[in-house]
């Protein structure tokens, strides 16, 4: 059980290019999400997935895009980098969408936009 | 609106002797809580969590919380540090749109 998997751990962009992060959960978890962590602030909320077929815009969605692909997968998409994306991307799962239920984060993804 | 204030962003504590990380939030309902540990380039995981259940939760390696709701608090303790515990400490409250609203962390260091 590999829990969640994120790609890549590391990505350095210039501005304006674009790239697509990978997060995948083997828990068969219904719900999944996308934060962002930058120094000195807890987790934001970027989009979120209840369900599979089902995404909704988090805290700070401005600049990001969401693909659920299926029940395993959930990616987050920068269409155009800026360096205000500068930050440490988690992913994280859980089995339902239920405020109690406990999530469960991938390692994550550390992006410099120069 | 759900927030959420961990004071002292960096701990020092020495192994052995007992940690303390301090929590309150404001929430117009009572809410649920939950403390998430970071190890250095890791993510978060779980420590304990608060459901309006017994009051005092037990949590992994030793941690404890006592939710006191008359306070708007949720400390995390533990009797007696160990060097893994130096790690950064998330206190996490739960909103009414179902998201959840995280402090800005506690970074703890142990001293041998």
């Known amino acids: 059980n590999a829990g969640v998997t994120q790609t890549p751990k590391f990505q350095v962009l210039k501005t304006g290019q674009s790239m697509t992060l990978q997060c995948a959960q083997d828990m068969n978890h219904n719900s999944m999400y996308w934060y962002r962590q930058d120094p000195g602030m807890g987790l934001r909320l970027i989009y979120y997935?209840?369900?599979?077929?089902?995404?909704d815009k988090g805290e700070v969605p401005n600049g990001y895009n969401v693909s659920r692909l299926n029940k395993r997968e959930f990616s987050l998409r920068l269409e155009s980098a800026a360096p205000s994306q500068t930050s440490v991307y988690f992913c994280a799962s859980s089995e339902l969408a239920e405020i109690t239920d406990t999530q469960y984060f991938g390692p994550g993804t550390r992006l410099t936009v120069l | 609106a759900q927030s959420v204030t961990q004071l002292d962003s960096h701990v020092s504590v020495s192994e052995g002797t007992p940690v303390l990380l301090r929590c309150n939030y404001s929430s117009s309902y009572s809410p649920s809580l939950f403390w998430y540990v970071q190890h250095p380039n890791k993510g978060l995981q779980l420590l304990l969590k608060?459901?309006?259940?017994?009051?005092l939760v037990k949590g992994i390696n030793g941690f404890e919380a006592e939710f006191k709701k008359s306070e708007t608090s949720f400390h995390l303790t533990k009797p007696s540090a160990h060097m893994s515990d130096a790690a950064e400490y998330f206190c996490v409250v739960s909103r009414v749109n179902n998201r959840l609203a995280f402090g800005k962390g506690n970074q703890v260091v142990v001293i041998p």
């Open positions: 608060y459901t309006s259940a017994a009051t």
């Open positions: 997935s209840a369900s599979e077929g089902t995404t």
